[in-house]
Antibody
Framework: EVRLVESGGGLVKPGGSLRLSCAAS????????MNWVRQAPGRGLEWVSS????????NYADSVKGRFTISRDNAKNSLYLHMSSLRAEDTAFYYC?????????????WGQGTLVTVSS | EIVMTQSPATLSVSPGKRATLSCRAS??????LAWYQQKPGQAPRLLIF???TRATGIPARFSGSGSGTEFTLTISSLQSEDFAVYYC?????????FGQGTKLEIK
């Protein structure tokens, strides 16, 4: 089965750190650029970060630049998001997803999301 | 940053009728425009990519159109399962950006 499964969410204090993981299965993970997208409870979608298949190209939203780091391990079929200096406004469901530029050749694929809550 | 503006924020339509959702970009996004449907407690579901190409398994009642900065998602005959929130997304430039969403509700 082709799927993405996020993990690592939880409750963290402001200023703290957290690492999210996204495990891919059922497809050749190393062939795909990947994204993290988040959604605060009851709010809209916000793109967070992208990484190319070989990690050559990396981009971040201004709201997380300098605080979040995206990475991947193609040998482990895994995508990561290391989040530091967390703020209350980072509270959201975090989804990993295949990059939209892959839609023309492959089906869209999103995980089910993992909830990060930043609160004291 | 390209700003995506969706209208209306909420659309009330009766089942069986047509729904037309709009999305405007602050600058051209070429054909790199997608539409997603999201229901409560679920991840977004891709409906349309490349402005008008339906994703795998998406019914023909969903269609996309437009170019440059003005885009439209049309649902030709609303079914009960279509009432949800819809987002457009541009993936022409980083940062990729989403519209704020249109909630499609039953009239």
């Amino acid at each position: 089965e082709v799927r993405l499964v996020e993990s690592g969410g939880g409750l963290v204090k402001p200023g703290g750190s957290l690492r999210l993981s996204c495990a891919a299965s059922g497809f050749t993970f190393g062939d795909y650029s990947m994204n993290w997208v988040r959604q605060a409870p009851g709010r809209g979608l916000e793109w967070v970060s992208s990484i190319s298949s070989s990690s050559t190209y990396i981009n971040y939203a201004d709201s997380v630049k300098g605080r979040f780091t995206i990475s991947r391990d193609n040998a482990k079929n895994s995508l990561y998001l290391h989040m530091s200096s967390l703020r209350a406004e980072d509270t959201a469901f975090y989804y990993c997803a295949r990059d939209p530029h892959t839609y023309a050749t492959s089906s869209a694929l999103w995980g089910q999301g993992t909830l990060v809550t930043v609160s004291s | 940053e390209i700003v995506m503006t969706q209208s209306p924020a909420t659309l009330s339509v009766s089942p069986g009728k047509r729904a037309t959702l709009s999305c405007r970009a602050s600058q051209s996004v070429s054909s790199n425009l997608a539409w997603y449907q999201q229901k409560p407690g679920q991840a977004p579901r891709l409906l349309i990519f490349g402005v008008y190409t339906r994703a795998t398994g998406i019914p023909a009642r969903f269609s996309g159109s437009g170019s440059g900065t003005e885009f439209t998602l049309t649902i030709s005959s609303l079914q009960s399962e279509d009432f949800a929130v819809y987002y457009c997304q541009q993936y022409n430039n980083w940062p990729y950006t989403f519209g704020q969403g249109t909630k499609l509700e039953i009239k």
